[in-house]
C-alpha cells in the first residue's frame, strides 16, 4: 500500500470496532435510529429483482444480515474488527440464522468477481475522507456484485448536514462523517459499469443518510 493511501486509509481503520467494548456501545444505538435506518433498507431491498445472494460489506455487529436473511436472501457478512465480528456471529446465533460472517479487507476483498447477486455497504461510504478512496472501496464492491450495490451516504444537501458544518470551527474533535455528493457515486459506479436505479432519503432535505442502487449495466453469466 502507497504512502497516499496509507493516509487517505487511516481516516476510517481507526474506527474499526477490534475491541468488545467498542462494538457493545454500537449496539446500543437508539432504538428509534436503528427502526428507521432498517427502514430505509427495506425501501431499497424492494428495488432488486433476481437477488438470492447478498454480501454485508461491512456488516458491523450485523444488524443489516439479520435483515437480509428475514426477507429471505442468502446473507454473507464481512468485517475487520474482530469486536464487531464476534458480536455479529453472536447476534446471528441468538436469532437462529445462518448468515455467514467472515472477516474481509473490503479494499481486497476475497471473493470472486461477481460472486454475490447484490452488495450492501450500510453506513460506511461517510468515513472514507477522499474520493479516490470512495472510489477504491466502490470498485472493489462492483467487482464482487453481479447485479446491484446498494450503498448509503450522507448527503451534503440536508439539514443535519448544514448544522455539522456550522458546528465544526468550535468542535474538538476532527471530522469524521463525510459528506458525498450523489454525482460523485454516479461517477465512481458508471466508471464500474453500473447505472444509477433510485436514491432514497430517510427524510428528504431533513436528515442526512440517503441509500443509492446501482444495477449492473451487463449482467454477468
Given at each position: 500500500?502507497?504512502?497516499s493511501?496509507?493516509s487517505?486509509?487511516?481516516?476510517?481503520?481507526?474506527?474499526?470496532?477490534h475491541s468488545?467494548?467498542?462494538?457493545?456501545?454500537?449496539q446500543r444505538?437508539?432504538?428509534r435510529?436503528?427502526?428507521?435506518?432498517?427502514a430505509?433498507?427495506e425501501?431499497?431491498?424492494?428495488?432488486?429483482?433476481?437477488?438470492?445472494s447478498?454480501?454485508?460489506?461491512?456488516c458491523?455487529?450485523?444488524?443489516?444480515?439479520?435483515?437480509?436473511?428475514?426477507?429471505?436472501?442468502?446473507?454473507?457478512g464481512?468485517d475487520?474488527?474482530?469486536?464487531?465480528?464476534?458480536?455479529?456471529?453472536?447476534?446471528?446465533?441468538?436469532a437462529?440464522?445462518s448468515a455467514?460472517?467472515?472477516?474481509?479487507d473490503?479494499?481486497r476483498?476475497?471473493?470472486?468477481?461477481?460472486?454475490?447477486d447484490a452488495c450492501?455497504?450500510f453506513?460506511?461510504?461517510?468515513?472514507?475522507?477522499?474520493?479516490?478512496l470512495?472510489q477504491r472501496i466502490?470498485?472493489e464492491?462492483?467487482?464482487?456484485a453481479g447485479?446491484y450495490v446498494?450503498i448509503s451516504?450522507?448527503?451534503p444537501?440536508?439539514?443535519?448536514?448544514?448544522?455539522?458544518?456550522?458546528?465544526q470551527?468550535w468542535?474538538?474533535?476532527?471530522?469524521?462523517q463525510h459528506?458525498?455528493r450523489?454525482a460523485?457515486?454516479r461517477?465512481?459506479?458508471?466508471a464500474?459499469?453500473?447505472?444509477?436505479?433510485?436514491?432514497?432519503a430517510?427524510?428528504?432535505?431533513?436528515?442526512?443518510?440517503?441509500?443509492a442502487i446501482?444495477?449492473?449495466?451487463?449482467v454477468l453469466?
Amino acid at each position: 500500500m502507497s504512502q497516499s493511501t496509507r493516509s487517505d486509509s487511516f481516516d476510517y481503520r481507526s474506527r474499526i470496532k477490534h475491541s468488545a467494548e467498542k462494538a457493545e456501545k454500537y449496539q446500543r444505538r437508539r432504538t428509534r435510529k436503528h427502526r428507521n435506518e432498517m427502514a430505509l433498507l427495506e425501501r431499497g431491498l424492494r428495488h432488486l429483482r433476481q437477488v438470492r445472494s447478498v454480501l454485508d460489506a461491512p456488516c458491523g455487529v450485523g444488524r443489516a444480515c439479520l435483515l437480509l436473511e428475514q426477507r429471505g436472501f442468502e446473507v454473507t457478512g464481512v468485517d475487520l474488527g474482530e469486536g464487531a465480528l464476534q458480536a455479529a456471529r453472536e447476534a446471528v446465533q441468538a436469532a437462529g440464522a445462518s448468515a455467514l460472517i467472515e472477516r474481509a479487507d473490503l479494499e481486497r476483498l476475497p471473493y470472486n468477481a461477481g460472486q454475490f447477486d447484490a452488495c450492501l455497504c450500510f453506513r460506511f461510504i461517510h468515513h472514507l475522507p477522499t474520493a479516490a478512496l470512495r472510489q477504491r472501496i466502490i470498485a472493489e464492491l462492483c467487482r464482487v456484485a453481479g447485479r446491484y450495490v446498494l450503498i448509503s451516504y450522507l448527503s451534503p444537501l440536508s439539514v443535519t448536514s448544514l448544522r455539522r458544518r456550522l458546528s465544526q470551527p468550535w468542535r474538538k474533535r476532527p471530522q469524521v462523517q463525510h459528506c458525498t455528493r450523489l454525482a460523485e457515486l454516479r461517477q465512481h459506479f458508471a466508471a464500474a459499469g453500473f447505472d444509477f436505479e433510485a436514491d432514497l432519503a430517510q427524510l428528504p432535505l431533513l436528515h442526512s443518510l440517503h441509500l443509492a442502487i446501482f444495477r449492473r449495466r451487463t449482467v454477468l453469466p
